[in-house]
């Protein structure tokens, strides 16, 4: 079905707490897959589907060892793994060195993602910047989504990456705002986003809910539900 690419700039917003919710609550069948090349910590921060720990080395890097002849959507739902709460996701390099022998790899995978029959695939690319390489993968999504908070300093380079990103895929913006000055941050930020002349599919918004983040790191039930960064993550998915 689609592929989704979720990232950022600079700053480091939330992109894989952001994904990680989208995910949670996306309206049909998903896999969160973790394609940061500077590392990442799904597999340390999550407990497994049977409440136990995911295993580091399965997943992205484990994937790529076994598609230097091609790679199916078999191999990549072979070397995914089940959350608590029954997301589906695979795991991320655990460093950045790792990237430097997977260069090849990023095209190859944005295609197959985007092959995914009966589901979509949310990519959380992290960083921009750092690994030019990842704009193969990023060519192939439908949609590319940047996340910045509503701040000068990331606003302005929100607005730099939108002018460097490659062409292809349709962009959204989703600011992570603070619940106080939500709708008035997401009003400004799109203000800026439309002076820049790039066409953006959308712009939205997820609340700044830090005691949100710490239940989606295992405490799923009721008090995550009624979180303020799940209600709008609801509300962001449905877009």
């Known amino acids: 079905m689609a592929l989704i690419v979720l990232a950022a700039d600079k700053g480091a917003p939330g992109v894989t ?21 500077a590392g990442g910590d799904l597999a340390y921060r999550l407990p497994a589907a049977d409440g136990g720990v995911l295993n580091p080395a399965r997943g992205l890097l484990s994937l790529g060892a076994t598609a230097r002849r091609g790679l199916t959507v078999q191999q990549v739902q072979e070397h995914s793994q089940k ?3 029954g997301l589906d996701v695979l795991t991320g390099l655990t460093h950045g060195e790792q990237a430097a022998g997977l260069t090849w790899l990023w095209g190859p995978l944005g295609r197959t993602f985007a092959s995914v029959p009966g589901a979509d ?12 390489e990842i704009n193969d993968l990023i060519t192939e999504a439908e949609l ?5 908070r509503a701040s000068l300093d990331h606003v302005a380079h929100l607005r730099e990456r939108l002018a460097v990103l490659p062409k292809g895929p349709q962009l959204g913006v989703v600011v992570i705002a603070d619940p106080r000055q939500y709708r008035s941050s997401i009003d400004e930020v799109r203000r800026i986003v439309t002076a820049t002349g790039r066409e953006v599919a959308f712009v939205g918004g997820l609340a700044h809910d830090p005691k949100g983040a710490e239940l989606l790191r295992g405490q799923w039930g009721g008090r995550l539900d009624r979180s303020l960064l799940i209600r709008t993550a609801r509300e962001l998915a449905s877009r």
């Open 17 to 37: 707490t952001a994904a990680t919710a989208l995910g949670a609550v996306w309206p049909r069948s998903v896999l969160l897959a973790e394609c940061d090349p």
């Open 83 to 85: 959350i608590v709460g």
């Open 121 to 132: 695939v949310l990519a959380d690319c992290g960083r921009l910047g750092a690994h030019p």
């Open 144 to 148: 590319a989504v940047l996340f910045a």
